[in-house]
Structures are given as C-alpha cells and as structure tokens.
C-alpha cells in the first residue's frame, strides 16, 4: 500500500465485521504450549488435556441423613403403633457426611426413631439403600470431567481436589504485546497540546481478564522507523496490539509500517465507533491495528483482540455476557454499519431499564467508564425504538 494509495482510498469500502473477524481467525491458531499449575492457580486458566477423576467420590458409603445405621429387614412393619425395637449392636447413631459401618445397608432418619428406652424404636421402616449415598454415587474414578477448551470456574477447583488432583494441565496464558503509539502521549502531567496515554493501559488489562498475560509497552512516537522497530521487536509475543494512528490521515502510520513489514488484510470495518481498525501480520505475528479514539479503541478491542486472544489461549468464542432490558430512549444506526450504542441500567420496580448514555462520541471515555454495557444494533437496522427489549452486553466481564 503506498502513501498516495493510503491516503486516497480513504474507506469508501469497509468490511463487514463478521468477515472481517472470520479474516482474522483465518490466521490464528491455538498455541501448543501448556504448563501445570497448582489448583489454587488454576482459576480462569483453560484446560489443556482431558481431565478425569482420580478416586470415587464419595469414596466411602456415607449417611445422607443424621439418624441411626440399620440393616433395612430389621426395620420392616414399623409403625407409630407397633415400631421396630433395635439394640445397641442393631443400630449406630450416624451424621449426615459420616461412614455408614460395613454391616448396615440403610439409615433411618432421627425424627423417626427414639431412644428413650434405652433401646433404639424405629417408627417408619426403611428399604435397603434409603439415606445411604453409595460410593462413586457424585464422580466414579476415571469419570472424565473436563475437556481441553474448558475454563476452570471455581467450583471446577473443588471438583479436581475432590477427585483427588492437586495440579491440572492448562494452556500457557497468551501473551500480547500493547504497544501506544502518538507523538501527543504522555503518562501524566500533560502540557497544552499532549494527551495522557489511556488506550495501551485499558487495552492490556483487558487482555489480562480475557485470559492473556500483556505487556504494557512505552509509547511510540508516529515515526516510521520508530514504529517498525517497536513491531519487529515484539513479534515474539502471540499477538501484538497498537493504539491509535490507524486511520488514513498523515500521521496515521500503523498500516502503512505493518504492510511493508509484513500484510495488512483488512483496513477498515463497517462498526461505530471505531471503523478505522486494521488487521495485519508480522512474521506469523498477528497485529491488531486499534483506533485512538478511546471508546473505538474499546469496542475494537472487544470485537477483534478478545477473539484472537481466546482462539491463541484455547478458550471458547464465547460472546460477552448481556442481559435483557427495557430500552428508555431511541438508539439511531446508519444501515450498513453494525453500532455499538452505549446504555446506562437501572432497575425500574421488576423491570431492568436501558437509558442511551448521552455523550456518545468515539472520544469521550468517560461514556464507556461511567456506562453498563452497549447495545448492539445489527447492520440491517437503522436504530431501535424506545420501549424495545434489548440484550444489553457487559463488554467489561472477567471473562
């Protein structure tokens, strides 16, 4: 792509976003390293191997109810009028949890039994088996749990310990290099004229939640070769991320650089905000290319760096988690163009309520910070109307 080409073409053409992440995920593939962690580690980590049970569990015959061990025939035509009279070696007191003892095969439950005299009255029979849970009756030894793609919850965790794992083989985090670029970022105590560097620190952490190990790189100025070298110094990584500069205007740099480095094979995609993204590779590197707006940076990310990170870690394509709401307010979209409209949620009696964020420019980072989620208005719509339900994404999951 030459420079006069760059800044002629402008994006008269975008690219859809399906097409635009399926390019993407064309490229990419699941990295084959893997390491074992200990449990306590393990949360949020993805399942490398196929995980199964160790030892049964319950590993013994437990009482699934307080009251006394009995054999079951002993017990047969008690009633409140006529109750089973069992001695001492006839009957255990048992809790709910403990060993059920080798020679009773059921456990009568406390309410229905007495021991005021001495002895133990029964006063409701009971059939062989009742309250005694068998062993393997929650996981049989060789039980296969988990597969490999699997992100372990914390229940997972107490599941491995219970089968008796202590370690479980997880895919390597992948690791993603953020580098912002703009000769008008500073880290802090901005002068007239400069802005403070926020895209490369968001960017990163969110990578962190969806699973990835980022490093948060210095800022680039927008210099060709400065630009170049940040680049081929982090293809190492599985994925390299820049922050601004995407766009087709003369210090817009980014695709121009990956392109004589490597390829760029999307340059902008039909979404607002944010359709100045581009998609590229660097010696079998992928680089995402986002937006320096600050809420297009965001909405980028999400739709292209979170994907490519969870195929690369071996996580499910899993979309945000969302929630249903009423909107309170028309959302506009331009046909064509998939939007991403910023939304409010409050609770209005039973109801969960919607309410557009006002300031929705691509620049104004406090309409993400201070909002709950978007709605997304589909390509083949030109807005949605008050009053409809909507699916309302938490962009922001720990996931």
């Known amino acids: 792509m030459t420079e006069h080409d760059r800044h002629d073409a402008g994006f008269k053409e975008r690219t859809r976003v399906e097409a635009a992440r399926e390019r993407l995920l064309d490229r990419v593939a699941v990295h084959d390293r893997t390491e074992r962690v200990p449990l306590l580690d393990a949360d949020g980590r993805t399942v490398a191997t196929a995980v199964t049970a160790e030892r049964d569990v319950p590993h013994y015959r437990r009482a699934a109810m307080d009251g006394f061990a009995v054999r079951a025939e002993d017990t047969f035509g008690a009633s409140d009028r006529s109750p089973a009279v069992l001695r001492g070696d006839e009957a255990e007191r048992v ?149 601004g500069g995407s766009s087709v205007g003369e210090r817009d740099l980014i695709p121009e650089v990956v392109d004589n480095l490597g390829e760029v094979f999307v340059h902008g995609v039909a979404l607002r905000p944010g359709h100045p993204v581009a998609l590229g590779e660097v010696a079998g590197t992928l680089v995402v290319m986002l937006p320096g707006y600050p809420v297009a940076c965001i909405v980028n990310a999400v739709q292209f760096l979170r994907p490519a990170l969870k195929r690369v870690g071996g996580m499910p394509l899993d979309d945000p988690p969302s929630v249903q709401a009423r909107l309170d307010g028309k959302i506009r979209s331009e046909p064509g163009v998939r939007t991403f409209a910023r939304v409010r949620l409050r609770e209005d009696g039973e109801e969960t309520v919607a309410e557009p964020v006002s300031a929705s420019g691509s620049g104004v980072l406090s309409s993400v910070a201070l909002a709950d989620g978007w709605v997304v208005v589909p390509e083949q719509t030109e807005g949605i109307d008050a009053g409809e339900t909507v699916a309302v994404e938490n962009w922001e999951a720990h996931r």
Do not use: C
């Open 95 to 243: 809790h709910t949890g403990s060993a059920v003892p080798e020679w009773a095969d059921a456990v009568v439950m406390i309410e229905q039994a007495d021991t005021a005299s001495g002895d133990v009255e029964v006063f409701s029979a009971v059939g062989e088996g009742e309250n005694v849970a068998p062993i393997g009756e929650d996981v049989e030894a060789g039980d296969r749990l988990y597969e490999p793609g699997h992100r372990l919850r914390p229940s997972d965790l107490g599941l491995l310990k219970s089968v008796g794992l202590r370690e479980v083989e997880v895919y390597e985090r992948p690791d993603v290099a953020v580098i912002p670029t703009g000769e008008e970022l500073v880290q802090d105590d901005p002068e007239p004229g400069e802005v403070v560097e926020t895209n490369g620190l968001t960017v990163s952490r969110l990578a962190e939640r969806w699973g990835a190990s980022a490093r948060y790189e210095d800022v680039v100025t927008d210099d060709e070769d400065a630009l170049a070298d940040a680049i081929e110094a982090n293809v190492d990584a599985d994925v390299v991320v820049t922050t």
